[in-house]
Nanobody, 124 residues
Framework: QVQLVESGGGLVQAGGSLRLSCAAS????????MGWFRQAPGKEREFVAA????????NLANSVKGRFTISRDNAKNTVYLHMNSLKPEDTAVYYC?????????????????WGQGTQVTVSS
């Protein structure tokens, strides 16, 4: 089992920045692709970003390209989502997810482990 705990959410004004963190524990972090998804009220959970085990491969949703980046620190078993130029439409609960894979998937069905989520609210 892999336990994931997100942190760093909060209320921010449009144009502001936040950094989300996801700390993993349990099984070794080695070999796991890490992803971020988000879910707004009344909407499906959608892909935001993902990063390969070594960090050399990343994938970002078109809606966040140029504004968000994803990174990881394997020594700390932590993955980060750096969010800049936030917009009200970025408001959602953000979830961290993990899957043991060589491929950086963007579909939530591939991910085996999920955190409890952290709320991000962007005011206009």
């Amino acid at each position: 089992q892999v336990q994931l705990v997100e942190s760093g959410g909060g209320l921010v004004q449009a144009g502001g920045s936040l950094r989300l963190s996801c700390a993993a524990s349990g099984r070794t972090f080695s070999g796991y692709v890490m992803g971020w998804f988000r879910q707004a009220p009344g909407k499906e959970r959608e892909f935001v970003a993902a990063i390969s085990w070594g960090g050399s491969s990343t994938n970002l949703a078109n809606s966040v390209k140029g504004r968000f980046t994803i990174s990881r620190d394997n020594a700390k078993n932590t993955v980060y989502l750096h969010m800049n130029s936030l917009k009200p439409e970025d408001t959602a609960v953000y979830y961290c997810a993990a899957e043991r894979s060589m491929v950086v998937h963007t579909t939530k069905g591939w991910y085996d482990y999920w955190g409890q989520g952290t709320q991000v609210t962007v005011s206009s």
